[in-house]
């Protein structure tokens, strides 16, 4: 079966005096929703940003559905891979439909074919009379979920996702995880980062959770639950591992 495969992870940015990875290694089967958790700091964005190909580890291994990231296959990556990340990665001078045919021609998709997938989508996230709005006139959600369309539009098999539902109104939080459901349903995988894990305990089949760059623990949110008497929500399980203690 295919996976999402992450092996020995280590990263330390130039001039950091503290690695920001610490040999993180995890693996889960294609087609769940998988959390990405983890306290401030615990390397969730360089993980994520690895696994994309944003920023190079400096040693260690990620295979996404039998693709090796390195730098040969980014060509066949970039098929399988969609990135909606933290920061609006959008133009706030061109309208929606302008920015999404931008970045449905970086894919190859053109003309008519494209403006109707578009026009799809808008509809699909509540935006059919913003196509001829520019974005940065677009409050967060409207931002937000115009950034996933950017990212959805090849059709990726793993859609990655840093943070997607914080800052946003109920309304839009809602619409992205109906959203990351049907998506999942279609057979594809979704993994996420999140701070609000009564969430991801909702939607995720399998959580990761992390700390200090390394992984703490991995399974399924009620499994991990039940593992634990005082345990009521997936809250109380990453308090039981990370601790109390605030990060700087
Ligand atoms: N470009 C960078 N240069 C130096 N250090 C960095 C850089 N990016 C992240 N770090 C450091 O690496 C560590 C992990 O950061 P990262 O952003 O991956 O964590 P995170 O789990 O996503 O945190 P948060 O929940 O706050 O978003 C932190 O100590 C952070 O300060």
């Known amino acids: 079966m295919n996976s999402i495969e992450v092996k020995e992870l280590h990263k330390t940015y130039a001039g950091a005096l503290q690695p920001s990875l610490r040999g993180l290694s995890f693996t889960f089967p294609e087609g769940k ?23 190079k580890a400096d040693s260690g291994m990620v295979r996404i559905l039998g693709e090796p990231q390195e730098a040969g296959r980014r060509e066949a990556i ?3 891979i969609g990135v909606v990340p933290q920061q609006i990665a959008l133009f706030p001078q061109l309208t929606a439909l302008e920015n999404l045919t931008y970045f449905g021609n970086l894919y190859g998709f053109k003309g008519k074919p494209l403006k109707e997938k578009i026009l799809s989508l808008l509809g ?4 059919e ?38 800052g946003v109104d109920v309304q839009s ?15 594809n995988s979704v993994l996420y980062t999140s701070h609000l894990l009564e ?6 089949e399998d959580v990761v959770i992390i700390d200090d760059g390394q992984l703490v623990v991995q399974g399924n949110p009620q499994a991990l639950i039940h593992q634990h008497q005082h345990c009521r929500n997936l809250e109380d399980v990453f308090l039981h591992y990370t601790g109390h203690a605030v990060r700087d």
């Open 33 to 55: 929703v998988v959390g990405l958790l983890g306290p401030n700091g615990a390397g969730k964005t360089t993980t994520i940003s690895i696994l994309c190909g944003l920023v």
């Open 78 to 80: 970039k098929r399988i």
């Open 124 to 127: 699909m996230f509540g935006l």
């Open 129 to 166: 009379k913003a196509a001829g709005k520019e974005v940065g006139k677009f409050s967060g959600g409207m931002k937000r979920r115009t950034n996933i369309i950017a990212a959805i539009l090849h059709e990726p098999r793993l859609l990655v996702l840093d943070e997607p539902t914080a």
């Open 173 to 187: 939080r809602s619409m992205i995880l109906q959203f990351l459901r049907r998506y999942n349903e279609q057979g």
């Open 199 to 204: 969430e991801a305990q909702q939607i995720c």
